[in-house]
């Protein structure tokens, strides 16, 4: 049997919640379009999403640990599919429309540049005085203008509802301006998962690496609420050496019972916030999604120990050092001398100024690729 366009959207009339996005109800695409006979709005989107350039590079793109430290570590890649499997898993359970949730999901971080937080630092800095520079801002700008994939349009064209869940995109180290998108309204309901997702996978993945690379040890841990509670549940001691399936059991119990706390702390705002559409949910002066008050606490005690023990740890302040110096060196070269960017991208300098076109070429870069012009820049014994 062939589901159509049309029966897919009956099906989340018929099963999803009445402050869920419906994708028919959907307010459209900037550049109208005829619409798939068979994938629904956000479908499609989230097609769109994986088959662009930007979501590939992410597979070489750092979280914590640069991509040449070890094939085991998460990438920005993973890190995002992380994201939407949660994303995913708590939308279904709050029967809100899990296809926008997951392109929202996929599409949030398509705007990093090299080396995570530091490259960010690092271009922000950079591009002050022209413009500024901020990975949430970047991934709109991608989706919107700088992917080349369609010959009507200018970047992806994607629905409104996941343009708004990408700009409403926040966590508590991602701020967002909204100033195009019906700023006086909070993120929909699928926005604000997708935001909390985020926090939750690399609170939990970030922790695992942390404990794979020996930067952090169980040791360490001891006295952390969450961690004292998870060991308890998989019933280690702190004696018992952590090994590897000891470790992986560990992750999965925190994601477990972190998504199972949240699902049910957003199904008690919802219930008493009383909305019955999307649109009043948005109106609220509150995010219905969030954790218990209890589990708040303990995943803000992991956090502290996270960033004081981990993200401070002079292995990791190194690299971003280095990475640093990498993006400003390269920047600053690209500027003072704009014949050595490729000529595709000196083309758009009369269009975009020579600063945005470095900026946009530079966020584009991989890790590896970055270490590489890096030493094709100023190693002299590397050919250019």
Not at 316 to 324: F, Q, Y
Request: aromatic share 8%; proline share 3%.
């Amino acid at each position: 049997m062939i589901y159509t366009r049309q029966q897919l959207e009956e099906f989340e009339a018929q099963q999803l919640a009445s402050y869920a996005i419906h994708s028919k109800n959907s307010k459209g695409r900037k550049y109208p379009e005829e619409e798939a006979d068979l994938r629904t709005r956000f479908q499609r989107d989230r097609e769109r999403v994986i088959h662009t350039t930007a979501f590939r590079r992410l597979e070489y793109k750092t979280q914590v640990f640069i991509n040449h430290e070890g094939d085991y570590y998460r990438t920005r890649l993973t890190h995002t599919l992380e994201v939407a499997q949660i994303g995913r898993s708590v939308a279904r359970s709050l029967g809100v429309n899990e296809d926008l949730t997951e392109t929202i999901c996929l599409a949030h971080d398509l705007g990093h540049p090299p080396f995570g937080h530091s490259g960010e630092t690092a271009l922000a800095k950079l591009m002050s005085e022209h413009g500024g520079f901020n990975h949430n801002h970047h991934t709109l700008r991608i989706v919107t203008f700088l992917e080349s994939r369609y010959p009507d349009f200018p970047g992806l064209n994607l629905s409104w509802e996941v343009l708004e869940g990408i700009v409403k995109h926040e966590t508590e180290y991602d701020r967002s301006d909204v100033q195009d998108y019906d700023p006086e309204l909070r993120g929909h309901l699928e926005a604000q998962i997708a935001n909390v997702a985020d926090e939750l996978a690399y609170t939990a993945h970030d922790l695992d690496d942390g404990l794979r690379s020996g930067m952090i040890t169980p040791s360490q841990l001891d006295g952390i609420a969450l961690w004292e509670i998870i060991n308890e549940s998989i019933g280690r001691r702190r004696t018992d050496a952590l090994d590897d399936l000891s470790r992986h059991q560990i992750i999965r119990r925190l994601i477990n019972f972190e998504i199972t706390d949240l699902v049910q702390s957003i199904d008690r705002y919802l219930r008493k916030s009383n909305v019955k559409t999307a649109l009043e949910l948005q109106k609220l002066p509150y995010n219905v999604v969030g954790f218990s008050e209890d589990m708040y606490r303990r995943n803000r005690e992991l956090k502290d120990f996270l960033f004081n023990n981990l993200y401070r740890h002079h292995r990791v302040v190194r690299m971003a050092s280095k990475s640093e110096q990498i993006m400003s060196r390269i920047f600053a070269a690209y500027q003072k001398t704009p014949g050595t960017l490729p000529l595709q991208v000196q083309s758009l300098i009369p269009e975009r100024g020579v600063e945005r076109a470095v900026c946009d070429y530079i966020a584009g870069m991989t890790d590896r690729f970055a270490i590489d012009e890096y030493q094709r820049l100023f190693d002299v014994t590397v050919l250019p």
